[in-house]
Structure formats: C-alpha cells, structure tokens
DNA sequence: GCGGGGCGTCGAAGCGCTTCGACGGGTTCA
DNA sequence: TGAACCCGTCGAAGCGCTTCGACGCCCCGC
C-alpha cells in the first residue's frame, strides 16, 4: 500500500502538505499543489481509511439500520437503502449495512467504536428499543419512520395521517360510503410500527368527519391470506365499494380475486393502493395510488444526516406531503350503492 | 470514548494486557481476564474501530457491491445482502453496501483504502469491468454470479444452466413439445448478466438433446410488457404449451394474462418460475418452481470470503444444485397436443 | 528601506490500538 | 540443584494520518 510518506517524499514535500493539499484546509500554492496530485496519480494513492478515522476522529461512515424482519415491503426498504447509499457517496460517505438483528446492541456497537459517524434508523416502532442508546450516544442520527417521542430528533417520512385523509377525501369524493384498508401483516401493528398505524388513524378520522364507515382488516401478504380476509370482509359488509391497500404483497392478491368474484375494478369496487410508483404502475390494473417516496426518503434522511454532522442541522420532523395519482383503479361509488344513498338522504 | 488505556488503568493492569484479553492471542491468567473484563463492562469500553484497523491492518469490513439498476430482481438481491450482512456479523464482520454506481472505482476506492478486508460481488457479468481492480487489489473476494473467466476467482451462484435442463426435464416428462422462455429485461442479456445467458443454455441444450422446441423472449416487467411479449409467443409458436419465467415482475402478469386469454394453468398451459421460494408460493398460482436460494448464497459467499481471509480457503466455483418443487403450475400437456405427438412418431 | 503580515510549508505530537521482545518467577527435567 | 523452559505480564514501537504551532519568505505600506 502506498501510504502519504511516500506520495509527500516523491513529490519533494513533507507529509502534512500532501494531507493538506487533500483536505484543503490551509491553501497551497498552485505548483505545490498539482505536483502533489500528479504523484497521487501516478502511485495510485489512496488515505488509509483507519488511519484517517483515527487521526481525524470521523470514519465518514453512516450506519444504516434496516429492519429484522425482511420479509415485509421489501421494495421499498430496497429503494431507501440504494437511495441511502447513492446520495451518502455524494456526499463522500459510505454505508454500513446493519440489519435489525442485532438490535440496539448494534447501534452501541457502532456508535461506541466510532466505526460509524451518524445512524439512520428504517422501520422505526412507536417505543423503539434503538431509540435509548442512540440518544446516549450522542451521535447525529436520522429516522425514517416515527416514534411516539420524537423529542430531540430528526425523523422523515411519508405522511401517513394525510396520506389516510386523502384517500378518504378521493373516495368520498366519488360517493363511496363504505370502505375497506387492507392492512399490513398483523404483526406490524403488533410491533407498532408507527406509519401503519397512522394511516389507519389519518383514515379514521377523516372517514369520521365525512361519515363513511371503515373497515381495517391487517393481512398477511399472498393469495391465501387475503382471500379469507377478503371474505370476511365482505361478509361483515357486503355494501364495501371501496378498499384502501398498504400492503405491497397484498395488492395482486386482492386485484386478482375481487377479479375473481366478479367484482370488476373500478366499476363495482374502487382500489387505491399506498405503495411505491413502480408497484402501482406495474399491477395488472394500473392503480390510483398514493406513492411512498422511497427514493426521496432517502435522500433526504442522508441530506439532514449531512448537515447534523456538520453542526448545522436543527432537530425537525419532515414530513413529505402525500400525492394521489388517479389511475384507473377508481371510480363512482356503483348506481346501487349511490341510489341507497340517495334514498337515506 | 472510554480508551483501551483507561480500561487498563481501571483494572491495574498494563494496555498490552487489555489487548490480549480482547484478541486471546497470549494466554492470560484468569483472575486478570475477569478483572479486565470487569473493567470493560462497567466502563462501557468499545474498542476504537480506526485504532483497530490501523495497527492491525484490517478492518472486519466486507464490502458488498450491490447492482446499480435496483429495478432488476429487488427481492433476491434484498435477500442476498440481509443473508450477507446477517452470516458477516455471525464472523466479527461488518458489512458496507456500495451501489454499482461507482463501479470499478469502488472497488479501488474500498481495497486501496484499507476500508474493506474484503469483497463480494453481486448482478457480476460475464465481462466484468469491476474484475480487473479487483484482482490487482489481491483482496479475498467472492462472486455471486459467474464471469466468463473464473480463473483465480472464488464464485457463488446457483447452477442456472442445470436449471435450465431441470426445466426442460420435467415438461418433458409431462409431454410438452413446445416451450416458451419468458427471460429477463433485454437490458440484462445485453449486459451479458452471467445467470440469463445460463439458463437459457441449459434449456437450449436439454430441448435439443430431447427433441423439443423452445422459444426465448426477454421481457421488461408488468403488465403492458408482457401482454405484447405473450401474444407474439402465440402468433409465432400457437402449440405453446409450457413456459418457463425467469422474471419476477413478469410472474403475476403471465399467470393473469394466460387467464385471459382463457388459457388455464396447469390444464392448458404449464409454467416453471424461477424465482425465490416466497414468490412462487404466494402467487395465485402455487407455482411449480426451481428456487433461487438467496439466503444460501449470501451465507456461503461470507463463508468462502471468511476462509479466505484467513488464509484457508481455495479459489473455487460452487454451484448449489437446482431443486425444482412440483406445485399446481405444471401438468400434461394437453390432449390435442399429445395426439399430435403420437401422430408423428 | 525596513517592519509587519500573510501565505505556504514543515516538523512533531498525537489519535488508540496491536504486537514484538523482554523479563520475572514458577516448573520441570536431568 | 541448576539449566532450560513456559507462563503471564509489561513497555515501547509503530500503524498512517491530521493538525497545531512555528518558521521562512515575499509583498506591501510608509
């Protein structure tokens, strides 16, 4: 390994002028400078990593922390972590991939070594065990996702409230009354991970204010599952027009077998889908959706995880504004549906 | 940050002994072990990963390079790099995700920095332009996926071209004749990605050997895509009656166009995927399907890299064999067909 | 023409750890 | 009973970099 002794020696200057050169913190004369790049070039020079976290204090690593449980919305933890990685390298840093495995032990690990300068937190619960020995460590962290206290921290995420509240707003718009969310696996509202419930809650409320009923029935993802769910769900309420879907394995399964039933999309039943772009597109009915910006989730966490580390990032909770697309999954609530309407009023 | 010094101070014993406790390189009696050990854990000692890496000369970093187009085959590679960074901490190791986007320059920048002991390689073509800075480095690395030129490397992938004659074998069996291909996008052939060009090898050859006619056609994912792709497989080849997917996004479109078309699978029309366990089981149709085994291939990438690192492992291709799963997506041909056939012999 | 101030460069002191050689004391074997 | 040895421990030397203070030198102003 070529080390910076060497570079400074065969460029005919001393050690600290090439570390200089490179970080730029005291300027240097214009010939000085281009001879020192010029033997960086030609002895393929590259910093020793440990030495510089060493001597400089910052590994200019960020550790990325995704979730244990793999199997769930897998595309989009996918897209966050590209997302986290493209614009970390932007910003001259690199990514440690931690999974959730390891749990809050991992984020002392990381933290307590200095082996990673910042921490991004995914799939954040609402009482997240991660939560304590990040604080204590005093290091800048980002979360993508919410907790219950977002006292002192800086979270982005979809806004999931809103992102319920529109969905509700579009549907009531078109005369529906009864309405359905098909959930994420049961599990995740166990583990009380923030944005399923607050979907449902931005759902709720909204349903409540215009007087639609909601059903939430959380769902495992596949076929099997969801056509037990579907059945108790139009057993219960056999007058649902509409359903509301965040659940990225749940969206072909429900096409599928509504398709199946007879129920044609969207002249009898109305989908919208919370869900990536892609997914949305790509579904065998082009589907009105509200997008989760996977890729702008991350960029943005990595961008006020910069700046923190920096110094100049204030503590904040961003919350990105839903957007609905309207695809061809919605429409009018049917005549039947609209007429007892009609008949009530 | 509590330093190795302190530690030592705390237990009255000299650094070089804390050091030893930690790496259990010179033997230490056993009263000092505890107290040293004692003195970490009320000190909240962790050792400094820059010191670390610096004075010993590795990191404990696996870097993990990740295809760039993240569009392509998400779940598997998702899978691989959790399978990875999971079997890496089980080793001491921690993993860093680079994007294919920095391409062979990442892999200089990684190795020449001292920043990753080591390196795995994912989505590898056969023509690798990361190959050439990898080899120069002399790091351990190991490929999930197959070069052209595999001299000297240490590779990972399932054997596709076995596959491909696995797939071939069971239709045979069943009595097809006539078997379509649905590949990946066109992007990855052209990209020369390792693992389409083997499968359909393997297809080739096995339907040559046993007589029966195969048709290839790469397909973008969706719907749109793969209803174009689906009817010219009719229009040119109308006996068609068996397929085999290797595209994950094109599995659920094929499944509901055939239903369209009034095509029902297994009775009229079979189809092999391959594709992990998880797809093929949640699709409508439980899919007959040779498994790509992610988790495998991650753990067994790390257990190679790990080897090798520590000096003892040999440069070797595996190929985990196929296993293909018999579901409800494959049948006998249909009757017209078989007629067909018995007419000619 | 001389003092003051930048500017550009250097030397040296660490950063926290690993590891090598050394050393004292207790065994062990002839 | 001494030499040879091993075990447990220590001190010191570095790993390759950053950064601080120091030091010339040149340019400027008076």
Redesign the interface.
Known sequence: ?VTLAEVARHAGVSASTVSYVLSGKRSISGATRQRVEESIRVL?Y?????????AGGR?N?IA?M?PLR??LY??V???I??AV??AA?AHGY??????G??GPAAV???T????ADAVILMDVELDDGRLPPLRASGRPSVLIGLPADTTGLTCVDLDFTATGALCVDHLAELGHREIALIGEAPGVYERRTGFAERTLGGLRSRAAERGLRLLHRPCE???DALAATLGRVFDERPDTTAFVVQNE?AV??LL?LLRRRGRAVPEDVSVIAVCPE?VA????VRLTSVAVPAREMGRRAVEHLVAKIDGAGPDEVVLLPPELTVRASTGPAPARVREARSGEA
Request: proline share 6%; aromatic share 2%.
């Open positions: 390994m393929g590259h910093p020793n990593a440990g030495a510089r976290a060493l590994s690593i990325l995704v793999t199997e897998v595309p933890m996918m897209e972590a590209v990685a493209t390298r690199d990514v440690l991939l931690l999974t495995e390891e002392r690990r990381v307590g070594s200095g082996l993802g596949g076929y394995a072909e399964p599928a892609q597109v790509q579904a065998s």
